[in-house]
Each structure stands twice: as structure tokens, then as C-alpha cells.
């Protein structure tokens, strides 16, 4: 006699399937901060010791796509840095995005834009914000906002929900130093 054992969800599943249950049609402008709550609570009751968390720190990849919903089109994503990762400014376009740190100190520096966009290619920018994402801690971005990363302790950790696949969206990197902006 075979005996059936059913196996319970992990803390993964039961974040994207909550994800699922409050996407409705993508639009509502309070999404990005319910976001937010389930990617702090699913920060918050993974465990180390869980499978699948163990496997994306053992593994260590930079970048790797956890989830793609195949109805809604929203995805997550996992980046495990080395401390001293850090990336240019950028905006992800139309798309909002929500960062939440696992483990480590990444500092997110938001920017905004102080010309009036009107010579191409060109872009000057200013330091607006700085947020520090510690263990636990989520952050939502909005479509438009210019922000970088840098892992200042490591490895971080670190998860990003993306409202959207960007690259299908039109988006910008700004190097501050020669104070250009190229399309991504």
C-alpha cells in the first residue's frame, strides 16, 4: 500500500501565489506598496535553512529570474552580490519595481533629473535620497525613478519584483561623470 504524502507549499509559493490573488488588472497605484508588505513578510519567514533559499546562496548568481507570470507578466528576480556590486543610475522606464534585501547592506541612492531633457543624450543629475536596505527591508519604485545599487556589505541578497519584463520597455543608464544617458 503506496502511502501519499502531500508536500507543503514553501514561503516562495505561498508569496506568489499571494501576488497572484491581489495583481487584479495591474493598474491599481496602491500595488507597488502591497507589494512591498508581501515581499517583506516572504523576507521575513524564509529561513536559511529552506531549500530553495540555500540553493540561491549556494548557486551565488548575480542575476537569476525566479518567477515569470505567465498571465500577468509581472516577474521576480533574485541577486545574490558580492559586497562592492554597484550599477549606474538608472529608471526601468514604465515599470515600478519593488527591492527587498534577504541578507548583507545594499544602499539604494535615488536621483532626480535637474535638465530639462532637451539635448539628446546628455543628463544631470541629483542626489536625492538614500535608502538602506538591511535584512528584512523592502523599498518600492515608481515608473521614472532613477536609482542605483551598491552592496556595501556582502553577500547581499537581494530580491527585485518587476512589474514587467524590461526588455520590452524603453528605459535609460546615466554615467554621472560624463553626464550622459543612453537608452538600455
Known amino acids: 500500500m ?3 504524502v502531500k508536500r507543503e507549499a514553501n ?3 505561498h508569496y506568489i501565489n499571494d501576488l497572484r490573488s491581489i495583481w487584479g488588472d495591474g493598474k491599481n497605484p496602491q500595488l507597488p506598496f502591497r507589494v512591498k508588505a508581501l515581499l517583506e513578510r516572504l523576507l521575513a519567514s524564509t529561513r536559511l535553512e529552506d531549500p530553495w533559499m540555500a540553493e540561491l546562496i549556494a548557486a551565488g548568481k548575480p542575476s ?3 518567477y515569470r ?3 500577468h507578466g509581472f ?3 533574485c541577486h545574490v552580490h558580492k559586497q562592492g556590486h554597484s ?3 538608472h529608471d526601468h522606464g514604465p ?3 519593488v527591492y527587498g534585501s534577504y541578507s ?3 544602499e539604494i541612492t535615488t536621483y532626480r533629473r535637474t535638465d530639462n531633457g532637451e539635448d539628446p543624450g546628455r543628463a544631470s543629475l541629483q542626489k536625492k535620497e538614500l535608502h538602506r536596505l538591511t535584512p528584512g527591508v523592502a523599498y518600492p519604485y515608481l515608473p521614472g525613478d532613477i536609482h542605483s545599487t551598491h552592496a556595501v556589505e556582502g553577500p547581499a541578497v537581494v530580491f527585485r519584483f518587476l512589474s514587467q519584463d524590461l526588455d520590452k520597455v524603453e528605459r535609460y543608464r546615466y554615467n554621472l561623470e560624463k553626464g550622459m544617458v543612453s537608452r538600455v
Do not use: F, H, K, Y
Open 104 to 106: 548583507g547592506l545594499t
Open 11 to 13: 514561503s516562495l509559493e
Open 2 to 4: 503506496a502511502i501519499s
Open 69 to 71: 507570470d505567465p498571465e
Open 87 to 89: 550599477n549606474l543610475p
Open 75 to 77: 516577474i521576480q528576480m
Open 64 to 66: 537569476r529570474e525566479l
Open 95 to 97: 515599470c515600478w519595481v
